[in-house]
Structures are given as C-alpha cells and as structure tokens.
C-alpha cells in the first residue's frame, strides 16, 4: 500500500474561496515582506511566492518558530519544499529536525502529522491521489 502524500491544492483553494497567493505570501520571511513594494494579489498566482519560500525563506530564523502551530508548521514545511507531494514521515523528520533545540518538545510524530494533515483543509492541504485510483 503507497504512503500518502499530500501538497497544497490550488483547486480546493478556489473551491472553498481562499485565496492562495495571499496565503502563501504571508508566510515569507520578515525581509521579503518588507522589500515588497506593492501589496499580494490573486492574479499575481502563487509560483513566485512558492520559490521564494523554498530558495529562501524557508531557511530564517524567522520561517518555522518553535511556537508554530502544528497545522501552520506542516503547511510551511510544504510550501518550503516548493509544494512538492510530501507525506508525514517526510514532515515529521524536517521539524524533528528545525525543533531539535526548542526548549519545550512537541509531539511531531509520523503518525500526529498524519492525523493533522488529514484534517487540513483551512490551509488547503490536500491528498495526492494514488495513481492506482485514476485508473
């Protein structure tokens, strides 16, 4: 049986009126932010937002605080990894990994992440079909 991946879904997005470039550009770093000169828009789509988390951002200090709520840690690990399909092993290893000195632990087991992005549809995280289903 494949292990499930799950990524940011653009339609779901459109489907429940969230609007995703505003989303995602307001999880870049402090310094991105700032050297903006005009405000995030729908039309501008999400690409440069996403590259510049993933070839940037993602690497502050600013980007995943140790007080990140969980489901907004997840949803930045998968817009620092480009949007890319990821599954909850793969999430669980990255904030082991950002968190490893945060003062207070926090569960970021494999099997936590899976229920929480299960259960993500605020941030539009979505299962990657298995390609067995589209047959």
Same mark, same amino acid.
């Given at each position: 049986?494949?292990?499930?991946?799950?990524?940011?879904?653009?339609?779901?997005?459109?489907?429940?009126? =969230?609007?995703?470039?505003?989303?995602?550009?307001?999880?870049?770093?402090?310094?991105?932010?700032?050297?903006?000169?005009?405000?995030?828009?729908?039309?501008?789509?999400?690409? $440069?937002?996403?590259?510049?988390?993933?070839?940037?951002?993602?690497?502050?200090?600013?980007?995943?605080?140790?007080?990140? $709520?969980?489901?907004?840690?997840?949803?930045?690990?998968?817009?620092?990894?480009?949007?890319?399909?990821?599954?909850?092993?793969?999430?669980?290893?990255?904030?082991?990994?950002?968190?490893?000195?945060?003062?207070?632990? =926090?569960?970021?087991?494999?099997?936590?992440?899976?229920?929480?992005?299960?259960?993500?549809?605020?941030?539009?995280?979505? =299962?990657?079909?298995?390609?067995?289903?589209?047959?």
């Amino acid at each position: 049986m494949p292990v499930p991946r799950f990524l940011v879904d653009v339609k779901d997005a459109n489907l429940i009126n =969230r609007s995703l470039p505003l989303m995602i550009s307001s999880r870049r770093c402090y310094t991105c932010k700032q050297a903006d000169d005009e405000e995030p828009s729908q039309s501008a789509g999400v690409k $440069p937002y996403l590259k510049r988390i993933a070839d940037h951002c993602q690497e502050t200090s600013d980007y995943l605080l140790g007080d990140t $709520p969980l489901k907004e840690a997840i949803f930045r690990v998968i817009l620092g990894g480009g949007n890319r399909p990821m599954n909850a092993e793969q999430i669980s290893q990255i904030l082991t990994e950002k968190w490893a000195l945060n003062p207070y632990p =926090r569960d970021v087991s494999t099997n936590r992440i899976q229920k929480l992005l299960e259960h993500s549809e605020y941030y539009c995280i979505a =299962r990657v079909p298995d390609p067995k289903d589209s047959k």
